[in-house]
């Protein structure tokens, strides 16, 4: 496997960590919803903010990796 392979496939790890984080949490937000614990617009933005973030997080992480690569 090429150096650049191996960034992509960090890369997509990543990425499918962070999708992973956003399928669960939109998970309990709905049952949350099911159970009436909380509002749908509550649940909207609070599911909106931490796409947000785990895309934010996921850029850096990338950013990193690219870096590390290119150090190397």
């Given amino acids: 496997m090429t150096e650049k392979e191996r960034r992509l496939k960090k890369?997509?790890?990543r990425?499918?960590?962070s999708l992973s984080r956003i399928v669960n949490t939109a998970m309990n937000l709905d049952n949350?919803?099911?159970e009436g614990a909380i509002d749908?617009?509550?649940a909207f933005t609070a599911l909106?903010?931490?796409v947000?973030?785990?895309y934010l997080k996921n850029t850096v992480d990338c950013l990193k990796i690219e870096e590390?690569?290119?150090n190397d």
Avoid: H, P, R, Y
């Fill in 11 to 13: 890369q997509l790890d």
């Fill in 40 to 42: 749908t617009d509550f």
């Fill in 32 to 34: 949350s919803l099911d």
């Fill in 52 to 54: 947000k973030q785990e």
């Fill in 15 to 17: 990425t499918w960590v």
């Fill in 68 to 70: 590390e690569t290119d």
């Fill in 48 to 50: 909106l903010e931490f």
